[in-house]
């Protein structure tokens, strides 16, 4: 855990759990506050994590990143089972909820505040905290329940209005809600830009009455969990820069294509990678 006092203002600040996923390869982290903190060091961006874990939850991958740790009994821990009808959710355990408290004074003014959420352990104070920043919201965790057998379903969201009314952007799957369009149609009509990530299908962005779809480039799919976090830090990042959704989402669908080749944390992008991608959105861009 960062000490607080000794903080340096980050880019990009990322609030939500990081947490202890259960593979058949044994425990690994994710959470989309892990695949958000690695994507945006690999653009070039200081980056700061607010979350809640155990204190023996190994966070070298980390190295570099500061992380302000709210202690928990236990680590917000998840089994996904992929099968040919979709993703099955296990939730194994659940860490403390992250309050208003709980950031840093030193990182409230950072230009881009992402809330991702898998466990709905962010407070609702925390969505109105930050009116000058690009606020984005990867909404996942607010929108599923679990029974007592830890069997994760897609639930309704009541206090989505009021959420999401403080963002600027919402990036989430068809797959978070279901496939429920009315559910999009809400958000679309409060939400300045929501973007709505189909997998392999690509993308739909809403923005200013006006709704794009943007393809993914074909690749060979080897794990694609993380990919929605790695698109949604991805759009968060270039939009603030541009105020373009639409060049957002073009550089977004090639970084989150690329990242399913790999598996888990191994499908964040590389400096390198970011740098290929970004001369290729500029070069489209000119022609």
């Known amino acids: 855990m960062s000490e607080l006092a000794n903080l340096s203002p980050v880019d990009y600040l990322i609030i939500g759990h990081i947490t202890q996923d259960l593979t058949p390869q044994g425990p690994a982290l994710g959470g989309t ?31 570099g990143i500061p992380v302000v740790r709210k202690d928990a009994a236990q680590n917000s821990t998840f089994i996904n089972t992929y099968t040919p009808a979709g993703r099955i959710q296990h939730v194994k355990g659940v860490a403390e909820t992250i309050t208003l408290a709980d950031i840093p004074a030193a990182w409230r ?81 409060i939400v ?3 973007v709505v990530t189909e997998g392999a299908a690509g993308a739909r962005i809403y923005w200013n009455g006006d709704l794009r779809t943007l393809r993914a480039p074909e690749e060979k799919e080897v794990d694609p969990v993380g990919a929605g976090d790695i698109f949604a830090t991805s759009f968060f990042i270039r939009y603030q820069t541009t105020r373009d959704p639409w060049e957002s989402a073009r550089l977004a669908t090639l970084v989150a294509a690329n990242s399913v080749t790999r598996k888990t944390l191994a499908g964040v992008p590389t400096c390198e990678e970011v740098q290929r991608y970004m001369t290729e959105i500029i070069e489209m861009k000119n022609l």
């Open 109 to 189: 003014n950072a230009p881009v505040v992402h809330l991702g959420p898998v466990v709905h352990e962010i407070s609702p104070e925390i969505v109105s905290a930050f009116p000058g920043a690009i606020l984005g919201l990867t909404p996942q965790g607010w929108l599923r329940d679990w029974d007592a057998d830890g069997m994760v379903s897609y639930c309704k969201w009541p206090d989505a209005s009021q959420t999401i009314k403080h963002a600027k952007i919402v990036v989430m799957s068809i797959e978070d809600v279901q496939g429920d369009e009315d559910v999009v149609s809400e958000f679309a009509g």
């Open 192 to 194: 300045p830009v929501l």
């Open 33 to 63: 506050a892990s695949y958000a903190a690695l994507t945006a060091r690999a653009f070039g961006l200081r980056v700061g994590i607010v979350t809640s874990c155990r204190a023996d939850l190994d966070l070298s991958t980390f190295a």
